[in-house]
Nanobody, 116 residues
């Protein structure tokens, strides 16, 4: 009943930008936090950025200053504005939402490829 739909991935050249979106639909009363994770081939899934209901943010050291996370509460949508992309950012990016009483949901993943 809760669904996360991601969009915005694609191929971009080094130094370019992409904006990822994740829209949450279903029986939404409140959300505790929303986050972006990524997983590159052969590597573990890692937290990229997280934002809470009080707009507290957290970032991985590798993306801090480059990938601001934001949320549109009226639309239940979280964004990841990726700038100054480099090949190391190539991965499948996953959206994740956590509700106040527990329970987490994942998006389907969107591929981001940074290459010239």
């Amino acid at each position: 009943q809760v669904q996360l739909v991601e969009s915005g991935g694609g191929l971009v050249q080094p130094g370019g930008s992409l904006r990822l979106s994740c829209a949450v639909s279903g029986s939404i009363f409140s959300i505790y936090s929303m986050a972006w994770y990524r997983q590159a081939p052969g590597k573990a899934r890692e937290l990229v950025a997280r934002i809470t209901s009080v707009i507290s943010t957290s970032y991985a050291a590798s993306v801090k200053g480059r990938f601001p996370i934001s949320v549109d509460n009226d639309r239940n949508t979280v964004y990841l504005q990726m700038t100054r992309l480099n090949p190391a950012d190539t991965a499948v990016y996953y959206c994740h939402v956590v509700f106040p009483r527990g329970g987490g949901y994942w998006g389907q993943g969107t591929q981001v490829t940074v290459s010239s």
